[in-house]
């Protein structure tokens, strides 16, 4: 499979006028070929395609959809050399990254597959005629959830594969009968080929219409712009930066006809560590937080940014081993230059602010896109003051707040914005004694951790990944496992249709999971 530079369009590969390139952020490297951005017409072309399988219920077969999921998770498997190779030249990340971010995409694409053949959280609720109740009547009402219709999907710089135009928001939105017209990382243009000619391949295979896939390149603000103003386009779904996804939700809000865009945008996650844990289990729990830190040189969503202690001769000690672990790794590669300033000037930023220092800076290095690990500090106090301290830094950094007592600990949790993640250490006792934090923090956080670590997300039915503002634009929906299909699919309710009628998933002989007058029935028994 080559790459040649080119948009995926309704099954169709449509050059452009080449205008930037991928660049191997590890060498400088420019690399071949050229990509271009998508012209209006283009995105116009993939739209109208994308809107015409909505509109002729042209994906309505949940088995067919299953079929291509899994077809997109063997394509994307058989093309894995391909997209290891040149995703390795495109975002520096080892290919043991690419490796497993591969087995995580063609898990959850089959993940979805069985939630569509089990019918999960698309089930329909049926309530069936009272002609004879009294004072009223009660007409036959049939429920079932619909298709959005065609979802902008703008893949992660950090995730080329998991987050990427593969990735779970693609999975999510095409289980829920969605087409997809996704944008292509400008970062990774070509690792994003690779994946969306797969997806091209998949669709084929599955005997789809062309046009419930499209890919559109574009380095230009405006293909994205133009992307989520075009008024075929249902919804959104964003994973990236707090900036380019306010940027986004603001474009939809302000259409015409508003449209809701599901955006993650990251967090700092923080970390709270009680004094018996700190006693008990310091140290340990110092090289954790610092390989956390460092995973993916911190450029994870879930990056412990905050950690939260109560000062004391414990904490001194767990302080020193932090910093030794955190800072004492060579430098590593981040994505691209942009990411790399970005990290740099948050990380001058903060240590100007009051109250902050910086305790220690890890080796230094000669490429352009190396950064160093950092380890910062800031007193209570000085945090509950300012709100910009507990900003998501996307590096390898962590920022250390020491409190006086626990009181002050409770204080700093109140204070905190939305997040993805909160981690408490503790014991079992301590925290039946201290269970206020626990509650303050599932006001403001959409995954509790005990005494692990919080990058890594599990793909399953029980998982959230979300959180409240500005974590993510809706605190209801997840970005992550099987329950993601509910943020682009919504309720239609048919009232007093005869049988025959009916959508097929209504109908009395309709097989799957069904709410019958108020009673589940078992798959197979309507």
């Known amino acids: 499979m080559s790459i040649e530079g080119v948009h995926l369009i309704a099954g169709e590969s449509v ?3 080449g205008t930037f390139h991928a660049t191997n952020p590890a060498s400088g490297e420019r690399l071949s070929p050229q990509f271009s951005d998508a012209t209006a017409d283009q995105i116009d072309a993939a739209v ?19 079929r291509l999921l899994d077809a997109a998770a063997a394509r994307i498997e058989q093309a894995g050399a391909a997209i290891t190779k040149r995703g390795v030249e495109e975002t520096g990340l080892p290919e043991g990254r690419f490796e497993a971010e591969r087995g995580r995409t063609c898990n959850q694409l089959r993940m979805f597959a069985s939630v569509l053949r089990e019918r999960i959280f698309t089930e329909s609720i049926i309530e069936t005629a009272l002609p004879d109740r009294q004072p009223v009547p009660r007409p036959d009402l049939r429920r079932r959830m619909r298709a959005l219709g065609p979802v902008a999907v703008f893949g992660a710089s950090n995730f080329p594969l998991a987050f990427g135009i593969a990735g ?13 017209i996704a944008k292509g990382h400008p970062a990774h243009p070509g690792c994003c080929e ?57 474009l939809a809000a302000t259409r015409e006809v508003p449209v809701p865009v599901f955006a993650e945008m990251g967090s700092a996650n923080p970390v ?32 412990p940014g905050i950690i939260v202690t109560v000062s004391d001769d414990h904490g001194e000690a767990f302080k020193e081993s932090l910093s030794a672990s955190l800072c004492s790794e060579p430098p590593g590669t981040m994505l691209h230059p942009g990411i790399r300033e970005g990290y740099s000037g ?23 896109c190396d950064a160093e690990a950092t380890l910062l500090q800031a007193d209570a106090l000085s945090f509950i003051a300012d709100k910009t301290l507990q900003g998501e830094v996307f ?59 919080p990058t890594g997300v599990e793909v399953g039915e029980a998982m959230h990944h979300g959180g409240p503002w500005p974590a ?45 007058d108020g009673v589940w029935q078992d798959p197979g028994s309507v």
């Not at 395609?49 to 299953?66: I, K, L, N, Y």
């Not at 948050?346 to 352009?368: D, F, I, K, N, Y």
């Not at 097929?504 to 069904?514: I, Q, V, Y």
């Open 15 to 17: 050059a452009g006028q």
């Open 272 to 303: 709270f560590i009680l004094p018996e844990a700190l006693a008990t289990r310091g140290e340990e729990i110092a090289s954790s937080i610092a390989v956390s830190v460092r995973l993916g040189v911190g450029q994870f969503c879930t990056s």
């Open 48 to 66: 109208a395609a994308a809107f015409q399988v909505h509109e002729s219920r042209g994906a309505e077969d949940p088995q067919a959809r299953a």
């Open 395 to 453: 590096g390898p950094s962590t920022m250390l707040v020491e409190c006086s007592s626990l009181e002050e600990m409770l204080r700093v949790a109140r204070t905190l914005e939305g997040q993805l993640t909160a981690t408490v250490h503790g014991t079992t006792d301590e925290l039946q004694n201290f269970r206020q934090l626990l509650d303050l923090l599932e006001d403001r956080v959409g995954r509790i951790l005990f005494n692990g670590m």
């Open 194 to 250: 690779l994946i969306g000619k797969a997806l091209q391949e998949a669709v084929r295979d599955a005997e789809l219409p062309a046009g419930i896939f499209s890919l559109v390149q574009g380095q230009s603000f405006d293909v994205g712009t133009q992307l989520v103003q075009h008024p075929g386009i249902a919804a959104v779904a964003f994973t990236g930066s707090r900036s380019g996804g306010i940027s986004l939700w603001k």
């Open 472 to 516: 993510t634009t809706d605190s209801r929906w997840t970005s992550v496992g099987a329950a993601s299909i509910q943020r682009f699919v919504r309720p239609v309710c048919w009232q007093g249709f005869p049988d025959q009628l009916l959508p097929a998933d209504l109908r009395s002989a309709a097989k799957g999971r069904h709410r019958i």
């Open 168 to 180: 779970s928001d693609t999975a999510s939105a095409l289980a829920a009968g969605c087409p997809v």
């Open 346 to 368: 948050a990380l001058e930023q903060l240590a100007s602010s009051h109250g902050v220092e910086v305790l220690r800076r890890g080796p230094t290095g000669s490429g352009a």
